[in-house]
């Protein structure tokens, strides 16, 4: 089983940043392919950004340019680093690992 639990989301103004990040635990491999996916009340799930184990990566185009994705292999950690925010950004926020595991997800709020 792997744990993925997501923390960092917050209140943050119109052009603010915020810093997410997923501890994941359990057994997780290097190997395995991590995403942050968010999601708003009443819409589907999005992909936001995805990273491989040899750390390439991928953005949405909604967020290309402002939102950066990294990972720490000895921490067993993902990151998701979210510049020039918007209120179109609100949402809360899922790691995901694998396409198979969930974290609970973590709230951002973009309002002034």
């Known amino acids: 089983q792997v744990q993925l639990v997501e923390s960092g989301g917050g209140l943050v103004q119109p052009g603010g940043s915020l810093r997410l990040s997923c501890a994941a635990s359990g057994s997780i491999s290097r190997t395995y392919i991590m995403a942050w996916y968010r999601q708003t009340p009443g819409k589907q799930r999005e992909l936001v950004a995805i990273?491989?184990?040899?750390?390439?990566?991928n953005y949405a185009d909604s967020v290309k340019g402002r939102f950066t994705i990294s990972r720490d292999y000895e921490k067993n950690t993902v990151f998701l680093q979210m510049n020039g925010l918007k209120p179109e950004d609100t949402a809360v926020y899922f790691c995901?690992?694998?396409?198979?595991?969930w974290g609970k997800g973590t709230l951002v709020t973009v309002s002034s």
């Open positions: 995901n690992a694998e396409d198979r595991y």
């Open positions: 990273i491989t184990s040899g750390s390439g990566t």
